[in-house]
């Protein structure tokens, strides 16, 4: 089978990106697009790791040597956004990216030539994504960093977004009913966050979905067209359909492991409702047991969120000899800070006493992503000891309990 370039794209978010991803979708070679931003001992590891046969950057194509083979149906090779872990390289083909733009430019009801903005990174599956809905809707997108001037004066038909920047344009009293849709992925989105986008007279659609899928794949818990969902007895979500990527580049082991059968096998928990919507309730290991009861760090970070003096929250847990795991409370405070007492009955009423924290932190603001995820490791960093438990020491007990539900929760690569 004869081998497929892949080029490193070395770019700003801009036409000459645009112009290559347009490229590979028609055929041309395939893309691998890195944070321009990046230190040079990133970008070496990065280089060493998915071998692609030429860069590009600003001044042209520099051969590399060393490339390994590339399946000719795949066009672009994305890494994922490495939350918790090294990144990898899902490889998707044109198809499949294209399946996920009809989709997604179906189920929002858009028109030809209707703009996109495009203020998340390019080199994330979200962003790749904004571009080639808009190859598809015959539009050129607005590019731009993710600014709330930007976010203002926009005068495109949808964007994609991840929660931080929704809470953020929220807080600053931007205008949000200039987009026809507004997609939100990438992390959870409390209920609270989207009640108040939706008071704001924003038109507010969360989506689940990861670099394996192409980006999102279930909105607002619906599976888009072709797009199946199937929940395991240990609650994991599994998906299929025409969006999933084929594979890991040069990592047949892994690949092995997270793509059976047609299905791509997520580290994501989830219920299915009685209306067939899917609920995700957190990566599998944010679940963790606490006093014997299987408790969702997104189910207690969504409920300390909905507290009138939290403005932002995270849950971890640390290991604990009596409890199993104590969980930890890591808030942004509005005006006058939580006491913990607060926060621990807020909580039990509305997630069940399990989930109460019994340690609060209090920040000045959540670490996250170049691209606006939280970033778990920096969190568990911060707190100096507290820890996800490993998807295989999950022994499930009772449900976890939900509360404030976020709803419909993109997983740990998701995205848009």
Same mark, same amino acid.
């Given at each position: 089978?004869?081998?497929?370039?892949?080029?490193?794209?070395?770019?700003?978010?801009?036409?000459?990106?645009?112009?290559?991803?347009?490229?590979?979708?028609?055929?041309?070679?395939a893309?691998?697009?890195?944070?321009?931003?990046?230190?040079?001992?990133?970008?070496?590891?990065?280089?060493d790791?998915?071998?692609p046969? !030429?860069?590009?950057?600003?001044?042209?194509?520099?051969p590399?040597?060393?490339a390994?083979d590339l399946d000719?149906?795949?066009?672009v090779?994305?890494?994922?956004?490495?939350?918790?872990?090294?990144?990898?390289?899902?490889?998707?083909?044109?198809?499949?990216?294209l399946?996920?733009?009809?989709?997604?430019?179906?189920?929002?009801d858009?028109?030809?030539?209707?703009?996109?903005l495009?203020?998340?990174?390019t080199?994330?599956?979200a962003g790749?994504?904004?571009?080639?809905?808009?190859?598809v809707?015959?539009?050129?997108p607005?590019?731009?960093?993710?600014t709330?001037?930007?976010?203002g004066?926009?005068?495109?038909?949808f964007?994609?977004?991840?929660?931080?920047?929704?809470y953020?344009?929220? %807080?600053a009293?931007?205008?949000l009913?200039?987009?026809?849709?507004?997609?939100?992925?990438?992390?959870?989105?409390?209920?609270?966050?989207?009640?108040?986008?939706?008071?704001?007279?924003?038109?507010v659609?969360?989506t689940?979905?990861?670099?394996?899928?192409?980006?999102?794949?279930?909105?607002?818990?619906v599976?888009?067209?072709g797009?199946?969902? !199937?929940?395991?007895?240990?609650?994991?979500i599994?998906?299929?359909?025409p969006?999933?990527?084929?594979?890991y580049?040069?990592?047949?082991?892994?690949?092995?492991?997270a793509?059976?059968?047609?299905?791509?096998?997520?580290?994501?928990?989830?219920?299915?409702?009685?209306d067939?919507?899917?609920?995700?309730?957190?990566?599998?290991?944010?679940?963790?047991?606490?006093?014997?009861?299987?408790?969702?760090?997104?189910?207690?970070?969504?409920?300390l969120?909905?507290?009138?003096?939290?403005?932002?929250?995270?849950?971890?847990a640390?290991?604990d000899? %009596?409890?199993?795991?104590?969980?930890?409370?890591?808030?942004?405070?509005?005006?006058?800070?939580?006491?913990?007492?607060?926060?621990?009955?807020?909580?039990s009423?509305?997630?069940?006493?399990?989930?109460?924290?019994? %340690?609060?932190?209090?920040?000045? %603001?959540?670490?996250?992503l170049?691209?606006?995820?939280?970033?778990?490791?920096?969190?568990?960093?911060?707190?100096?000891?507290?820890?996800?438990?490993p998807?295989?020491?999950?022994?499930?007990t009772?449900?976890?309990?939900?509360?404030?539900?976020?709803?419909?929760?993109?997983?740990?690569?998701?995205?848009?």
């Open positions: 089978m004869p081998s497929r370039p892949l080029h490193a794209l070395v770019l700003p978010p801009g036409p000459q990106l645009l112009e290559a991803v347009a490229a590979a979708i028609d055929g041309g070679p893309v691998l697009p890195l944070d321009p931003a990046a230190s040079p001992a990133v970008r070496t590891r990065q280089l790791q998915f071998r046969h !030429a860069l590009v950057d600003g001044d042209g194509v520099h590399l040597a060393g390994a000719p149906d795949v066009a090779v994305i890494g994922t956004s490495g939350s918790t872990g090294t990144p990898k390289g899902a490889q998707l083909s044109a198809a499949a990216l399946h996920s733009a009809d989709a997604t430019l179906a189920r929002l858009a028109t030809p030539m209707q703009r996109w495009c203020c998340l990174p080199h994330n599956i790749i994504q904004v571009l080639v809905r808009s190859l809707a015959g539009s050129t607005e590019i731009a960093p993710f709330l001037a930007a976010l004066a926009s005068s495109a038909d964007v994609s977004v991840v929660p931080t920047m929704l953020r344009a929220l %807080e009293g931007v205008d009913t200039r987009f026809q849709t507004i997609l939100v992925g990438g992390d959870a989105m409390p209920l609270s966050l989207h009640k108040r986008a939706t008071v704001a007279g924003a038109r659609v969360t689940y979905g990861m670099s394996e899928t192409g980006g999102g794949a279930v909105y607002d818990g599976p888009l067209d797009v199946r969902v !199937a929940v395991d007895p240990d609650e994991r599994r998906l299929a359909g969006v999933l990527a084929s594979g580049r040069l990592d047949p082991g892994l690949t092995a492991t793509f059976v059968d047609g299905w791509h096998v997520t580290q994501d928990a989830g219920q299915l409702g009685h067939g919507r899917l609920h995700v309730l957190g990566r599998l290991d944010d679940i963790v047991i606490s006093g014997g009861v299987n408790v969702s760090m997104v189910v207690v970070a969504a409920a969120t909905a507290h009138p003096s939290v403005a932002q929250a995270a849950a971890y640390r290991p000899a %009596e409890w199993g795991h104590r969980i930890v409370a890591v808030v942004v405070p509005r005006r006058e800070p939580p006491t913990l007492d607060v926060l621990r009955s807020f909580v009423a509305a997630a069940g006493a399990a989930a109460a924290p019994r %340690e609060l932190v209090l920040v000045e %603001e959540l670490p996250t170049p691209g606006g995820k939280l970033d778990r490791n920096a969190i568990g960093r911060l707190l100096g000891g507290a820890t996800n438990t998807p295989d020491s999950r022994r499930p009772s449900p976890p309990p939900r509360g404030d539900s976020p709803g419909p929760r993109p997983g740990s690569t998701s995205d848009s």
